[in-house]
């Protein structure tokens, strides 16, 4: 069973638009990051909730945490084409291990 | 500052082959994590290296995976023999060794491996 999953697996949207990607998990975490991947990229780090957070923000991003639910979403704001990527959600368990997930393809369309 | 390096970033061999992957991380990182993304699935971790010793090698699939990492600075991760699972996108990632920045980690390009 998987530790970290996003859904949906794949989002198309117009520029303009809000994305929302949600992600749960199944046991408790430290923190939850979630990563962006560009087509033939390595993953970058977009963001880190700790697990006593609820919300944070980043520019157009603005993740949410709901330990209580054990699930997290990521909401991009105005989307652009460039933000056409592969997101995942990784959780840190303890340690500096971080489990990631599958991820969600966004195809932001101009 | 360079960042996290691999080589090759695409290698085709055959089953029962021996590949070898390299992994730079970015210079001065302890943390040192080696994953694996098959057929558009969950990034499965590998393995985590702190400098020269092995944290976690819990991801390990079997005994056909040997991980290095020599003087704690470049890895590298060689399949010996190769089977057709072993196909997939193989990342590396680094951070730095202080607790809070730890837990964010850059991710070389990784490489693609195809096992025929």
């Known amino acids: 069973s998987q530790q970290g999953e996003e859904d949906p697996q794949a989002l198309s949207i117009q520029e303009g638009e809000n994305a929302t990607m949600n992600c749960s998990y199944k046991?408790?975490?430290?923190?939850l990051q979630w990563y962006r991947q560009n087509s033939g990229r390595g993953l970058v780090h977009l963001i880190l909730i700790r697990s006593n957070e609820r919300e944070k923000h980043s520019g157009r991003l603005r993740v949410t945490l709901d330990t209580s639910k054990k699930s997290s979403s990521l909401l991009i704001t105005a989307s652009r084409a460039a933000d056409t990527a592969s997101y995942f959600c990784?959780?840190?368990?303890?340690?500096?291990?971080?489990?990631f997930g599958a991820g969600t393809r966004l195809f932001v369309k101009a | 500052e360079a960042g996290v390096t691999q080589f090759p970033s695409h290698s085709v061999i055959e089953k029962g082959q021996t590949v070898t992957l390299r992994c730079d991380p970015i210079?001065?990182?302890?943390?040192l994590y080696w994953y694996r993304r098959v057929m558009g699935k969950e990034i499965k971790f590998l393995l985590h290296?702190?400098?020269?010793?092995?944290?976690?090698e819990s991801g390990m699939p079997n005994n056909r995976f040997l991980a290095e990492r020599t003087g704690g600075t470049y890895s590298t991760l060689k399949v010996q023999p190769a089977e057709l699972e072993d196909s997939g996108v193989y990342f590396c990632a680094s951070s730095p060794g202080t607790s809070g920045a730890a837990y964010i980690q850059y991710f070389g390009a990784g490489t693609r491996l195809s096992v025929l």
């Open positions: 290296f702190v400098k020269e010793s092995k944290q976690d």
């Open positions: 990784a959780t840190g368990i303890g340690g500096f291990k971080t489990i």
């Open positions: 046991t408790s975490i430290n923190n």
């Open positions: 210079s001065g990182h302890d943390n």
